[in-house]
């Protein structure tokens, strides 16, 4: 029974794991398509950025441009305690398609901030949180040593630490979903954003409604198989603990 119920989550994980592929190489397919093609403006992304927010009123909030380093972590962000767009430096210096999507997605971000929009918070979270899940096998390691060194077999300590890295993996799910309806409500936003402009031909527009859509697509496929993969861990430490507790 065991065997056959890790065998068909691993069956839907293998499923979701092609479709997330396709997915993501569709995606970077349209966003590199995008990224060579450069748009004939005579402004750079960041200044571009700064214009957006003015027209959209949020002349509170900063356009800063990170340097190589800090692109890796914090590139392409809006901070809601700073009220601040972070660009990395290859969108900011390069005017294309996929930057200037990726600009409006962020004023577009700002935007519903400044409208109110709750759960915004989840995005930085779950950007900052969302190794969590990692913590839950080495949690019950960690808890099994314990019990093994203080009681020389499977015990209580195994059974806390279990539970704190089932906890954590739950609260990333949730978190993670959460921030997925935020971030596809900004893609829809900077989608309207960047159509507004009326810089692109019906051609760029089309493509741009493409990238906008991958990019959609790739949230909530993500969700879903971080679903699965959840699911899968959590099954995997219950069976190994009914093992274990099973033992004489």
Same mark, same amino acid.
């Given at each position: ?8 989550? +691993?069956?839907?994980? *293998? ?45 509170? $909030? ?6 190589? *380093? ?20 290859? $969108? ?12 409006? #997605? ?29 913590? +839950? $096998? ?9 019990? *093994? ?52 031909? #019906? ?7 493409? +990238? ?6 790739? $949230? ?21 603990? +009914? ?6």
């Amino acid at each position: 029974m065991e065997l056959t119920i890790i065998l068909v989550v +691993l069956g839907l994980i *293998f499923i979701v794991a092609c479709v997330v592929g396709f997915i993501r190489w569709n995606a970077r397919r349209i966003t590199f398509w995008f990224s060579v093609k450069k748009l004939e403006i005579n402004k750079s992304i960041e200044e571009y950025t700064e214009l957006l927010l003015e027209e959209n009123g949020l002349f509170d $909030v900063k356009v800063k441009k990170c340097g190589f *380093f800090s692109s890796l972590f914090v590139g392409n962000t809006y901070s809601l305690r700073k009220k601040t767009i972070r660009l990395s430096w290859f $969108v900011a210096r390069r005017s294309s398609p996929t930057t200037l999507a990726t600009a409006c #997605q962020l004023v577009g971000l700002a935007k519903l901030h400044a409208e109110g929009v709750k759960g915004l918070k989840s995005i930085e979270l779950f950007r900052w949180l969302s190794w969590l899940p990692v913590l +839950l $096998v080495p949690l019950a390691v960690i808890g099994l040593v314990v019990d *093994f060194i203080a009681f020389d077999k499977v015990g209580m300590y195994t059974l806390i630490f279990s539970a704190v890295g089932l906890v954590l993996t739950l609260f990333t799910f949730i978190l993670a979903c959460v921030a997925s309806r935020k971030t596809i409500k900004s893609y829809n936003e900077g989608e309207k954003i960047i159509l507004e402009l009326g810089i692109l031909n #019906q051609e760029e527009e089309n493509k741009i409604k493409k +990238l906008y859509s991958a990019w959609k697509k790739l $949230v909530i496929i993500n969700v879903i198989y971080n679903s699965f993969a959840t699911i899968f861990f959590i099954l995997r430490v219950l069976f190994s603990s +009914l093992k274990l507790f099973g033992r004489k």
